[in-house]
């Protein structure tokens, strides 16, 4: 076992014992799909209320004790209740309790570095990121091509798909196993990771992919899928696809997939980063995601930033950031 | 008719039911499938069309492309067709759309702008289709667009919403997987700007087309170690007169290795989709 | 708004806040915040796709006059899993819809945040650009 790998299974231990001690449950069997494989499949979600990174005020608090967590998790339930404005999300059953999510004990979704937070770029990284922020920045507000991100919307690759990151709804995933294959298809855009389990070389390195070449194995209940040969069109946390990811997904109880990954790139951060994302089962079906195919706001983005241009539409209005939003509420509240 | 017609008639009733009646070693009929440990017949595999339905789903002599600069490469090819029981049986009305289509097939043409293809186009596109089998679902991926179909094996529901790739219920006939598709979407979104607009679901490239009223019933079986045998029954009230059939083999892929390719081809159109509306390409 | 930061940082963005606007939408390009509107008309069609759903309503001006509008929803895919689905809105039916217009106002398009319908009955199906504006303006009709 590399190194690598063993501090991934160290922590990965430490996971399922947060979980399994909140579930009370001690000797969990794993379902077995006919060909005796650890079953994965169905339709699950990793919707949650713990923060992709750990709030500064808990930098040196990885893991909340049972009865913080579970006031933890009341406290963002309520929140999220507490609106003047319903979230079409509530109404419909799709926040993270209402589909099934429990307590973390966990005060962040990285677990590694240990201050929770994304690793620091290298000074290389540091260069290369200010130098592609500026030259964005140069062209400008206005959305000149499909391709630029101001107000067009994306539709050749989601990026939250691989590696993992929550979306704030639908951030579901549809299983489908065979004795030699395993299909992820995440809801935004349809993603799909079609995963080898048959032990084959991954590809040559001169072709470079957008979800990457996944290759899969069983290690124990644990699938682990190991990726590399990233685009250099991807950038994740500042990194040109020249990450590598390895995933791993370990069914520990009938309605919880504990995932867990880890992402490394030298030539970006300084330390490897180590993320897990509880999953939990959710009913399907996952409907089709054809994005390119209703992609309705691009013509009006583009339209309106020509028109724009012209003098012809005044400038779009800004939604303020997040506190100015919780101030307009209790300033409504206060005038009752 | 005289003696002689008579024993001339039998000798060829003879040979019209002796004729196509030997199969290939282990094809046809007599093949049986290996199973999957769920005990199905497997389908599991890489499995391509080798015709030319892509371009025209019934028979068809060889034509100049729509691109002039593109030259043979993008010239019509000849081909014998797939349609069991043709000619197509369009209505009048529906005959002279499909006409006006195809006059505007690289404007109406969904496979242009990379939109997905639809059901059973999707099956005999020039690009392999992917088929996992789990037990209660079957996934069916084609390398194009990266379109997913999802088979719900023993699903009754009707669809909840119509789709691009429709809503497919599957279940097995003896050895024969039949899958029942229908909610499928009749064309863009009425929000869509005339540039990325389409308005009927072509089969093929020569402007065969489908509405949202498209009811599609496979059937699916191996005929060999290497061969499944690929039928497909269409029926559009809008569109056409009486259901019809299309019938091919789909041959595996057996490089080593093998895998499907990542083509999103999304990115490759936005430029030809949203130009107008651009600042210059994106390219 | 650095735009581009929102994309490279949406992952974290939208993990601190639940309120963020996602780096999905083209919220504030297409529709303004500043121009809540409400209309009341019926439907004549109803397009349950992601990412957004869209509605498309006949209103009838005081002279007469009918206009198409369509109203962008949100995304279809929690509906279809609490039961609602393209058999739940029906052609011709009355619906009164709370939504800010777009920037453009000849477009006749509204983002929808509410909706009601003739029973009373509400629901609600916005892109969460529409929601999170409603919430920090609180000027939704």
Redesign the interface.
């Known amino acids: 076992m590399t190194r690598r790998s063993l501090v991934v299974a160290i922590l990965l231990v430490c996971s399922v014992l947060s979980i399994v001690a909140q579930e009370r449950s001690s000797s969990y069997k794993v379902p077995r ?4 494989q650890p079953d994965l ?1 169905g339709y699950w979600t990793n919707l949650t209320y ?4 750990r ?1 500064k005020a808990l930098a040196n608090k990885p893991f909340y004790t049972e009865q913080e967590a579970i006031e933890a998790f009341n406290k963002a339930v309520a929140d ?1 209740q507490n ?7 509530t ?4 926040t993270p309790v209402q589909t099934g999510a429990k307590p973390n004990r966990r005060t962040s ?1 990285v677990i590694d570095p240990a201050d929770g937070r ?1 690793p620091a770029l290298t000074p290389a990284a540091e260069k290369r990121e200010a130098a ?2 500026a030259a ?2 140069a062209g400008g ?1 206005l ?15 989601h ?2 798909a691989v590696p993992s ?6 951030s ?1 995933y ?1 299983i ?6 395993i ?1 992820l ?1 995440y ?2 855009n ?3 990771r ?1 995963i ?1 389990l048959d032990g ?2 991954h ?1 040559p390195s001169s ?1 470079r ?3 990457g070449d996944a290759r899969g194995h069983w290690e124990g209940d644990t699938l682990v899928v190991e990726a590399t040969n990233f685009s250099p069109k991807r ?1 994740f ?2 990194s040109n696809g020249t990450f590598t990811l390895v995933d791993r997904f370990t069914r520990v109880a009938d309605d919880t997939i504990v995932h867990t990954y880890t992402v490394e790139d030298p030539a970006t951060w300084t330390r490897p980063l180590t993320v897990e994302l509880p999953m939990h089962g ?26 724009e241009e012209q003098g012809k ?2 400038p ?5 950031n ?1 506190d ?2 919780k101030t ?2 209790l300033e ?1 509240e206060e005038k009752k | 008719m005289g003696v002689g017609n008579w024993q001339l008639g039998v000798v060829v009733l003879a040979a019209a039911v002796l004729v196509p009646v030997f199969p290939r070693p282990g094809e046809g009929q007599a093949y049986r499938a290996p199973r ?3 005990g199905q017949p497997d389908l ?1 595999g890489f499995w391509q069309a080798l015709n030319t339905a892509q371009w025209d789903l019934e028979a068809h002599e060889a034509a100049p492309g729509p691109v002039l600069q593109l030259g043979a490469a993008y010239a019509v090819p000849p081909g014998q067709g797939v349609v069991m029981d043709g000619p197509i049986p369009y209505r009048a009305d529906a005959l002279a759309m499909k006409k006006k289509y195809a006059a505007d097939a690289l404007r109406e043409d ?1 496979e242009i ?4 293809p639809g059901v059973p186009r999707m099956m005999y596109m020039p690009y392999p289709v ?1 088929i ?8 069916m ?1 084609s390398e194009f ?2 379109a ?1 179909r ?1 088979i ?1 094996m023993n699903g009754n ?1 009707p669809p ?2 119509d ?3 429709g809503w497919s219920n599957g279940k097995w006939d003896g050895d024969t997987l039949v899958i029942d598709s229908k909610g499928f ?1 009749g064309g ?2 009425s ?3 005339g ?2 607009t389409i308005h009927v679901r072509f089969l093929d490239r020569a402007g065969n087309y489908h509405t949202d009223g498209l009811h599609v019933v496979e059937r699916i079986r191996r005929t060999g170690p290497d061969h499944l045998l690929y039928q497909a029954t269409i029926e559009d009230p809008n569109v056409y007169t009486r259901p019809w059939t299309i019938s091919m083999p789909l041959y595996r892929r057996l490089e080593p ?1 093998m ?4 083509f ?1 081809c ?2 490759f ?3 030809l ?2 130009g107008k ?6 390219r | ?12 963005m ?17 529709f ?3 121009k809540p509107l409400v209309l009341r008309g019926t439907i004549s069609k109803v397009e349950l ?4 759903a ?1 509605i498309w309503i006949d209103v009838k001006a005081a002279d007469g006059t009918i206009a198409k509008w369509g109203v ?1 929803g ?9 039961g ?1 689905t393209k058999e739940s809105l029906k052609i011709g039916e009355e619906l009164v819809v709370h939504g800010y217009g ?3 106002e000849s ?1 006749n ?1 509204v983002a929808g ?2 909706y009601e319908k003739a029973d009373g009955k509400e ?4 892109n ?2 529409a ?8 000027n ?1 009709k």
């Open positions: 799909t006919r060909d005796g499949q713990t923060p992709f990174e709030p999220a609106q003047a404005v319903h979230y079409v999300n109404d419909f059953g799709a979704l994304v592609r922020i964005d920045r507000p959305a000149r091509t499909w391709r630029d991100d101001r107000g067009t919307v994306w539709c050749v690759f990026d939250r990151i929550v979306a704030p709804y639908g579901n549809h489908v196993q065979s004795k030699d294959w299909v298809t809801e935004w349809s993603e799909r079609i080898p084959r070389p590809g072709v992919t957008y979800a950038n946390f500042g959710i009913k399907g079906p996952m409907l089709e995601y054809a994005c390119n195919e209703n992609n309705e706001d691009i013509f009006t983005t583009l339209r309106n930033a020509r028109l539409l005044p779009p209005d800004r939604v303020k997040v100015d939003a307009t509420v409504r | 999957t440990a769920a599991n969904a702008k990379c939109y997905l992917q996992v089998q789990g037990d209660s679902t079957i996934m991926m667009a990266s997913i999802t719900y529901d909840p919403a789709t691009w790739m979407m863009t979104i929000a869509l700007d540039e990325g290795n895998q499907l390719g990542e999103k999304e990115e159109v936005g430029d989709i949203f509306y651009q600042k210059g390409p994106a | 708004m650095q735009a581009r930061m929102i994309v490279v940082f949406a992952g974290v939208v993990m601190l806040s639940p309120l963020t606007v996602g780096a999905h939408h083209s919220w504030n390009t297409v303004s915040e500043d796709v992601n990412p957004h869209w962008e949100g995304p279809p895919n929690g509906l279809i899993r609490n609602i777009a920037r453009d477009s398009q945040v509410k629901f609600w199906l916005a969460e650009g929601e999170a504006t409603a919430k920090a303006r609180g939704l």
